[in-house]
């Protein structure tokens, strides 16, 4: 069933022409994470040995365990990657509205996107102050400056979010930012999902089949 899907992610991944060294750099670091996360199941699952090394003894269950972990890492991750990589963040957001994920929760997400940029704006700026005037002079003084341009980060922040939210309110703001693009559903979009579920839905039955958990 994990072949299943991870062959219909990389089928997504060559239809959306994303390279497959992209997918792997963007999976690199969260599937480390996972790896890391999960290798104590290969000792810690108890079952018939497999390997031993040393004091460590390796189980064949935790084996299997492992890869089972693995593989699903591997799928979810690359679908994920896939998404993002394929589909705009407005469009993200218009999702889950259409899966009705609380109102406050899109609006939050919509005004930390739009927000993000500018933070890391000020940040740059600030950094090209400091170095402008030789700040790293010693660890000391780089650490105080640190301290200052977080000080100063937040300060502004909190400034132009009450500024936007007084601005916001000032246009007719009801607590819902409203989409900039206008979609339908469509015949093509239609039959790729039900083809996607349809997938989806038979590779876990057959998973529950062979007796295994998916």
Known sequence: ALGVLLLLVLALAVIARLPLHRLLARMAGPLGFVVLASVGLLVLVPGEPAVRLGPVVVTREGLDRFAFVLGRAVVALGAAVVLVSTTSFPDLLHALRVMRLPQVVTSALGLAYRLLYVFVDEIERLQRAARSRNARGGSADWRRVLVG??????????ARGERTHLA??????????PSLRAWAWTPQVVAALAGVILLVVVASVAARLRGGTF
């Open 149 to 158: 341009a977080t000080a100063a980060v937040l300060g502004r922040a909190f």
């Open 168 to 177: 916001m309110v000032a246009r007719g703001y009801e607590g819902d930012l």
